[in-house]
């Protein structure tokens, strides 16, 4: 039995420290986020996915737009320093991945295949699912750590303007990555008499 799939999902983990000792070229990153993005399967291969990749000036500006956002949520300054520093982390990283559903190709869906309509707003949350996983899990290969971050809606309306995100994007998550600076705890499993049934 080949399991190296398995063994490439195993290294896969949430990485909070993360830094910016990134050897690999931006344009090599670039490449595995869109393959991985492309060769992820979507309901009726209607590839309702959008991304944005953020570096550099771009990349800190959106974790500065995240930590002032929160600074009016959070109710003491205590529990704000807290929070960015939290935030700060993930600033600390190399780059983001910003991830949209086009909400223009689910509402066409609903009108071309009325049969079901009701299902497309599930179909994309679980293409997106899937694309996620893809390339986190192609990062972690090439090294490079990541974790799963959503701060939206919160910070919708100022992503729209400050990268200039098309209206029929809607934000679904932000997933920074960088160099693992620390490893990721221990992982703990439900036991598999919980989780599964399998049945002949």
């Known amino acids: ?85 939290k935030v700060d982390s993930f600033k600390a990283g190399f780059g983001t991945i910003l991830y949209f559903t086009d909400q223009s190709v689910v509402a066409d869906y609903e009108k071309q295949v009325p049969l079901y309509a009701t299902n497309f707003e599930a179909w994309a ?18 090294k490079i750590g990541g974790s799963l971050q959503h701060y939206n809606p919160l910070i919708d309306g100022e992503v729209r303007i400050a990268f200039d995100i098309p209206t029929n994007w809607v934000l679904r998550a932000q997933m920074p990555f960088g160099s693992i600076e620390a490893p990721a705890a221990a992982k703990t499993y439900l036991e598999d008499d919980k989780r599964f049934r399998v049945l002949k």
């Open 1 to 85: 039995m080949n399991t190296n799939f398995l063994d490439a999902l195993k290294q896969r983990r949430t990485i909070y420290n993360l830094g910016k000792n990134v050897t690999l070229p931006e344009t090599d990153i670039n490449h595995l986020i869109k393959s991985a993005i492309r060769e992820s399967p979507t309901a009726f291969n209607n590839q309702t996915l959008r991304a944005v990749i953020l570096y550099g000036e771009k990349h800190d500006q959106l974790w500065d737009i995240v930590a002032n956002r929160l600074k009016s949520e959070v109710p003491t300054e205590e529990i704000y320093a807290g929070t960015k520093q």
């Open 125 to 142: 949350e679980q293409g997106l699912g899937g694309a996620q996983q893809n390339v986190w899990t192609a990062l972690s290969e090439n």
